[in-house]
């Protein structure tokens, strides 16, 4: 086996280029089998500890990235344990589960279920962090090999950040292509914008607390890289409300018959909020992160509560 992510399609969107008179494409990694990009990055990083040895996987996301490095232990025939706090969701834990990992509860927050997972490992161990790893990173970057393959070259890219392992394997993929001149819009929600407020303030800002319901996009501060990127990439920041992320969720699900997470949510926004970033370009692709978390129900109750 090759890697463990699928080859996702690739089009331009009717609905989304009648809303905004700019040619927009889409990159589907709401297809990969685990309902996010992220499979592409931990699927490299799992596959490549495995064939040095590891004899089990752990990791302490409840989300997507949980989600993955579950499915991709179930591929490679070695055992997966995820550690989550208590915050995490019933269907998270269930889609985990059903990949045939061990789940752990512990503690109220991230940091807490993380420790555990850290003190829990052992040399034959791989630890799957969610977004700072430069293998992690060469995993991300082939959706952009699949972009180059097919031909396309559009003017700009719109992708959500939240660690910002996604942003680096875009650009990583872009550079390996020579397409290093290509601009990126990055999306955040507020209450979820590390990376924003690491550009204003002009050095690596930790957020004190995530206010935000993409909690796909919680992480208080970005990587390093990241950061760095932030001063040498042509690079537009960008920040959206939950309100607007939802709504565009749901509109997606009504333009494409596909339901994805706020995280997702947010860089969909940018062309149905026609946020003045985009102006410049006629064409722009979008990367459909996904995200497996949310349900319908819960989109609708976001929408409802963000009501009033
Ligand atoms: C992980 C994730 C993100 C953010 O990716 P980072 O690499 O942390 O910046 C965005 N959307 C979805 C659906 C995710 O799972």
Sequence with gaps: MTHLHIETPLFVSRPLTLRSGKEIWLKFESMQPTGSFKLRGIGQVCQSAVRQGAQRIISSSGGNAGIAAAYAGRVLSVPVV????KTTTQRAKRLIQNEGAEVIVHGTSWQEANTLALSMLTETDCFIHPFDDPLLWQGHATMIDEIAVAGIKPEAIVLSVGGGGLLCGVIEGLQ???????????????????????????????LAAINSIATSLGARQVCRQAYRWSQTYPIKSVVVSDTTAVAACEQFIEDHQVLVEPACGAALATVYDRVPELSSYSSVLIIVCGGATSTLAQLQQWSQDLAK
Excluded at 193 to 198: E, G, I, L, R, T
């Design 176 to 206: 390996r292509n020579n397409w290093a001149d290509m601009p990126i819009i990055a999306v955040e929600t507020e209450g979820a914008a590390s990376y924003a407020a690491s550009v204003r303030e002009g050095h690596l800002v930790e």
């Design 82 to 85: 995820v550690v989550v706090p």
